[in-house]
């Protein structure tokens, strides 16, 4: 466009100027000059567009096969990574192999790892089920002669049987008094009578000598039914306190032998997957007539158990080179997927019952606290007696609750059992 505007101008400028031709040219032929400029003009024109489009379509080509050159090394790159990925399966194969490997001899040792552990939770349990420390003291209470919440049974016993009873009648019964109470006291301390009567002595004590004083009111014309009504009345206080200690007892013992069962069917389980685990890696094994102990002991610790796998690879090297393949097909190496799960179950048991072992002993220590609470009204010295029994307590179910979580420990159940690769 800017040729074509330089020659219209230049064509004005002829025509405006034209006295200084020569006298020959006319108008006519400087208009003729100025058509075949102007079509000159437009065929430059023509021609330059044509030009700026050819080099349009240049530069598109130039694009075009500048993305064709982008995609040609994408391309080989692509093919580059691929063959590097190609080369890394190879080799991921044969790690793959070893890492499995690896991973089927530490599921196997450290399950090993683990059934020590739930042994040993196992024994502590069941030898938790042994009489106790605090256990001997709460059967103390149930003596008549104890004298440790303030009041001995066996000296309530007399006192009530002279006021009530006797009421200084020295030919009670026909017979000396003193004979009578001699009697009545060698019934409450007597364990043979105590061991067939009740398996709560101060119970029986009292069933025994409310038995005598039958006798006595049936023989003794001085001895009324009221007067047995108000020494039975009396005895009431002492019976609900005993009770309240046999029903304590009695409740703790139906807990535990609960506990007892549901630990006897457990080995049961452990048994079979201790057995399963020990076949497994030792099919060669005799195992008739040994317990779980011995088992584990001969043929399942965790060191023993590494150098048995360790020469099995041996059995798989060709060449200084383990052969993976072979030895993952080895059935002695084998790890079952439901192994995993059977031991999470016996570690959720073994945590069952521990605590609820704890929670059978609190529950107890709560209730005799209670029945001790409700003694004070037997007592002779202000509460005092009863109060120390219960601190007494108090600090030996605390000792009776760390010593067994420390035998059971129950923490290294659960530590091993999370060694165990679950992959």
Do not use: C, W
């Not at 020590?116 to 256990?135: L, R």
């Not at 049974?153 to 001699?182: C, H, P, T, V, Y």
């Not at 009504?229 to 306190?241: G, P, R």
């Amino acid at each position: 466009m800017n040729i074509k505007n330089g020659l219209l101008t230049l064509g004005l400028l002829m025509f405006f100027v034209g006295s200084s031709f020569a006298q020959s040219d006319t108008l006519a032929e400087l208009y003729k000059s100025y058509i075949e400029l102007y079509n000159n003009n437009q065929a430059m024109t023509k021609q330059l567009e044509e030009l700026n489009a050819s080099v349009l379509t240049v530069d598109k080509k130039v694009g075009e096969i500048n993305e064709l050159e982008g995609r040609v090394t994408n391309l080989k790159n692509d093919l580059n990574t691929n063959l590097e990925r190609v080369n890394r399966l190879t080799q991921n194969d044969v790690f793959t192999k070893k890492t499995r490997l690896e991973t089927q001899k530490a599921k196997i040792v450290k399950t090993a790892s683990f059934v020590s552990y739930s042994i040993n939770s196992f024994n502590a349990i069941d030898q938790a089920f042994a009489q106790t420390d605090y256990m001997t003291d709460i059967s103390s209470l149930n003596n008549p002669n104890n004298e440790e919440l303030g009041f001995s049974l066996s000296d309530e016993i007399e006192r009530m049987l002279e006021d009530i009873i006797i009421k200084d009648n020295k030919k009670f019964n026909g017979k000396n008094a003193k004979k009578f109470l001699e009697i009545a006291t060698n019934v409450v301390k007597d364990p043979f009578v105590s061991a067939f009567t009740s398996s709560v002595p101060g119970l029986s004590a009292i069933e025994g000598v409310l038995g005598l004083v039958t006798n006595v009111v049936v023989k003794e014309d001085n001895v009324t039914v009221d007067d047995y009504k108000a020494f039975k009345k009396e005895m009431e206080k002492f019976i609900n306190h005993y009770n309240g200690l046999a029903k304590a007892e009695n409740n703790l013992t139906s807990n535990l032998g609960n506990l007892e069962m549901r630990l006897e069917a457990l080995r049961t389980v452990m048994n079979n997957y201790v057995l399963e685990r020990v076949r497994a890696v030792h099919p060669e094994a005799d195992l008739t007539g040994m317990d779980l102990n011995q088992i584990v002991a001969t043929y399942y610790k965790p060191l023993d158990l590494n150098l048995n796998i360790e020469s099995i690879f041996e059995e798989y090297q060709e060449n200084g080179t383990l052969n993976y393949t072979a030895a993952l097909a080895d059935d002695r190496l084998a790890y079952p997927f439901y192994a995993i799960n059977q031991a999470q179950f016996i570690k959720q048991e073994l945590e069952a019952l521990n605590n609820e072992y704890i929670s059978s002993y609190r529950n107890f220590h709560r209730s005799i606290k209670k029945v001790l609470i409700e003694s004070k009204a037997l007592a002779k010295d202000n509460d005092a007696a009863v109060d120390k029994k219960i601190m007494d307590l108090d600090e030996k179910l605390e000792r009776l609750v760390a010593t067994f979580e420390k035998s059971v420990a129950i923490v290294n159940v659960r530590t091993s059992l999370n060694e165990i690769p679950t992959f």
